[in-house]
Structures are given as C-alpha cells and as structure tokens.
Nanobody, 122 residues
Framework: QVQLVESGGGLVQAGGSLRLSCAAS????????MGWFRQAPGKEREFVAL???????SYADSVKGRFTISRDNAKNTVYLQMNSLKSEDSAVYSC????????????????WGQGTQVTVSS
C-alpha cells in the first residue's frame, strides 16, 4: 500500500510560481510512475505531468515550458514546480502513482492523494 499526501498549494498572482510536493508513505514510491493531475470546478480531471520510475518525463501541452516534475527517492517525494502561472491553472492538484506510464497517463492510477488547492489570481 502507498499513501500520498500533497502540500504546497495556495493563492498566487498570475505570473508567479509555486511548488507542490507529494509525500509517499507506507511503501517506497521509487518503483512507480508518478504523476500530477488537476481538476477545476465543473470540469473533468486533466493530466498535467508524469515522471517514470527511470526519470523520464511527460507534460500536457498546456504546461510545457512552465511546469517541471521531479522526484527525490531518498525523501519519497515528488514535486511539481509551477512557473509563469495563469488563471486557467487554478484547480485542485492531485498526485497519483501507477504501475506504468501508459496507464497513469490516462488517469488509471493505483493510488491517489487527497489533492491541494491552487488558486491563481488575475
């Protein structure tokens, strides 16, 4: 079993930066593909970024060049560095873990965190 807890959300002005953290416990997350998803009110959950067990990354077109996903296996933590934030980035951001990058990419995760709110003012 893996428990995921997100933190780092908050209120930020457009153009600002924020770093989200996802701490894993119960079992090491190093063997899982890890990803970030977001969901705004009234909208479906959207893929944001993922990082494979070997360190390969993938991003949604809407965040390429602005967001960076990384992982620190020693700390059992995955990060999402968000720069040049826009109002349309406002959403609840959730961390997820999956057995493969392919299944995680479409939202078929084995584990989900509780989510953290990101609000970008404009």
């Amino acid at each position: 079993q893996v428990q995921l807890v997100e933190s780092g959300g908050g209120l930020v002005q457009a153009g600002g930066s924020l770093r989200l953290s996802c701490a894993a416990s119960g079992r090491t997350s190093s063997g899982y593909a890890m990803g970030w998803f977001r969901q705004a009110p009234g909208k479906e959950r959207e893929f944001v970024a993922l990082i494979s067990a070997s360190g390969g990354t993938s991003y949604a077109d809407s965040v390429k060049g602005r967001f960076t996903i990384s992982r620190d296996n020693a700390k059992n933590t995955v990060y999402l560095q968000m720069n040049s934030l826009k109002s349309e980035d406002s959403a609840v951001y959730s961390c997820a873990a999956g057995l493969t990058t392919a299944t995680l990419r479409i939202g078929s995760a084995n584990y989900w965190g509780q989510g953290t709110q990101v609000t970008v003012s404009s």
